[in-house]
């Protein structure tokens, strides 16, 4: 079976070779009045005739009319759908791979965060500092937690079993907080501890009836609590500072 195009082509052969031989017939009369094949006449019978060798005459006829076959051919051929059917173009065509060295970098690894600032931080909210005058009302209840258990137990606990090592043999939080110690809520003043009077001559009468205690009170835990919180310890003069009434209620 023919290839498309290859039929248009041969019709154009064909009638290429009929154009040609009328065209050589057309020469041979016009040389000498009849038919005479051109191979059949030798060059010397023009020589001094004055007319042109007939197979010189008909090439030269012929140029222009080969290129216009020629072109005849290429058209028909190509409206015939001559040639190869172009090859089918994939729809999705995968991409090309890119050439190596035009690979982008590898990205490298994001440098590991360093986990001091992080150790720093929890061993500073571990250990707090002792607050400074005014701070303490402003912390919050972890923080007052946490300096309560760093900072204050290890002073205050040792003071009271010096004091009295029977009565005070393991002093715990709730030696001053009471049930709130328990319920986690710490409030003081202290509505459980001893209440006191609210006015000078009544701690007047407190200090004859209970000297050892109201001394080791007034001079020793008052003056440390106050420090251990930031706070300047109470003044009798001004009134004014850390006393008493920080852990104690009034009667």
């Known amino acids: 079976m023919d290839r498309p195009g290859t039929a248009g082509?041969?019709?154009?052969?064909?009638?290429?070779?009929?154009?040609?031989?009328?065209?050589?017939?057309?020469?041979?009369?016009?040389?000498?009045?009849?038919?005479?094949?051109?191979?059949?006449?030798?060059?010397?019978?023009?020589?001094?005739?004055?007319?042109?060798?007939?197979?010189?005459?008909?090439?030269?006829?012929?140029?222009?009319?080969?290129?216009?076959?020629?072109?005849?051919?290429?058209?028909?051929?190509?409206?015939?759908?001559?040639?190869?059917?172009?090859?089918?173009?994939?729809?999705?065509?995968?991409?090309?791979?890119?050439?190596?060295?035009?690979?982008?970098?590898?990205?490298?690894?994001?440098?590991?965060?360093?986990?001091?600032?992080?150790?720093?931080?929890?061993?500073?909210?571990a250990t707090p500092t002792q607050p400074g005058p005014g701070e303490w009302d402003k912390w919050s209840h972890e923080q007052k937690m946490a300096w309560m258990k760093e900072g204050v137990m290890p002073k205050m606990g040792p003071l009271f079993h010096d004091y009295d090592a029977k009565t005070y043999d393991d002093p715990k939080c709730g030696l001053c907080h009471g049930a709130g110690a328990k319920d986690g809520t710490f409030t003081m003043p202290n509505p459980d501890l001893p209440k006191l009077p609210p006015t000078e001559a009544g701690f007047k009468v407190l200090a004859a009836k209970h000297p050892k205690v109201f001394g080791f009170m007034a001079k020793q835990v008052e003056p440390q609590m106050a420090a251990l919180l930031g706070e300047p310890a109470y003044d009798m003069k001004t009134k004014q500072g850390f006393n008493c009434f920080g852990c104690h209620t009034k009667k």
């Open 9 to 125: 082509a041969r019709c154009v052969t064909d009638e290429l070779d009929a154009v040609l031989a009328s065209r050589t017939k057309t020469r041979q009369r016009h040389v000498s009045g009849r038919f005479h094949p051109l191979v059949s006449l030798p060059a010397e019978q023009f020589v001094g005739s004055g007319r042109a060798p007939v197979a010189s005459t008909v090439a030269m006829d012929l140029r222009p009319l080969a290129t216009l076959a020629a072109s005849v051919v290429i058209a028909l051929a190509a409206a015939c759908g001559g040639g190869e059917p172009p090859a089918a173009q994939p729809a999705n065509p995968p991409p090309s791979a890119a050439p190596a060295g035009s690979m982008p970098p590898a990205t490298s690894a994001a440098p590991a965060v360093s986990a001091a600032p992080a150790a720093s931080a929890s061993a500073a909210e």
